[in-house]
């Protein structure tokens, strides 16, 4: 189990899509396992300037994002909408 002690924002709602689901059940890893990385700030793959726009984010309220490679290396992306109503587990291509 991942403990999460100190998410840096709200939730929301966690969904995921069908794709995403999929891709981690091929890689034998849990949703939560990227949702508490999100959560914690941890934004993965995403490059300087997307880490930068997170960190912005948190503070005006936009939308966070954040990139993860899978074992398998598949890619899926972690979504908090700027409202910080819902979240999503996505693949790039359902984007």
Known sequence: MIELT??????????ATPGAIRALDQAGITAWS?????????????????RQANEDALIYGDRVFSAYALPTGE???????ADRRSTCVLTPEEY
């Open 34 to 50: 990227l949702v508490s990385r999100h959560l914690s700030g941890d934004w993965g793959d995403c490059d300087k300037q997307d």
């Open 6 to 15: 100190s998410p840096r924002f709200h939730l929301g709602q966690l969904v």
């Open 75 to 81: 890619k899926l992306w972690v979504v908090t909408e």
